[in-house]
Nanobody, 124 residues
Framework: QVHVVESGGGLVQAGGSLRLSCAAS????????MGWFRQAPGSEREFVSA????????QYADSVKGRFTISRENAKNTVYLQMNSLQPDDTAVYYC?????????????????WGQGTQVTVSS
């Protein structure tokens, strides 16, 4: 079993920044792909960003490209999501997920372990 725990959410004004962190248990963290998804009230969960096992391949939703950056520190079993130029449309619960297969994916169904989520609220 892999435990995934997100942190770093909060309330920020439009144009501001936040950095989300995601810590995952397990000695094989460095072999997992990791992804970030978000879900706004009344909306379906949507892909935000993903990184492959090594950190060498990243993917982003069009809506966050150029504003968000995903990175990972395998020595700390942690993945980050740096979010800049935040807008009210970015308001959502952000979820971190781990995929045992090391290849990054945009599909939520391909991730094996999920965290409880962290709320990000962007005020206008």
């Amino acid at each position: 079993q892999v435990h995934v725990v997100e942190s770093g959410g909060g309330l920020v004004q439009a144009g501001g920044s936040l950095r989300l962190s995601c810590a995952a248990s397990g000695r094989t963290f460095s072999s997992y792909a990791m992804g970030w998804f978000r879900q706004a009230p009344g909306s379906e969960r949507e892909f935000v960003s993903a990184v492959n096992w090594s950190g060498g391949i990243t993917q982003y939703a069009d809506s966050v490209k150029g504003r968000f950056t995903i990175s990972r520190e395998n020595a700390k079993n942690t993945v980050y999501l740096q979010m800049n130029s935040l807008q009210p449309d970015d308001t959502a619960v952000y979820y971190c997920a781990a995929r045992v297969a090391g290849r990054a994916s945009v599909a939520a169904s391909e991730y094996d372990y999920w965290g409880q989520g962290t709320q990000v609220t962007v005020s206008s």
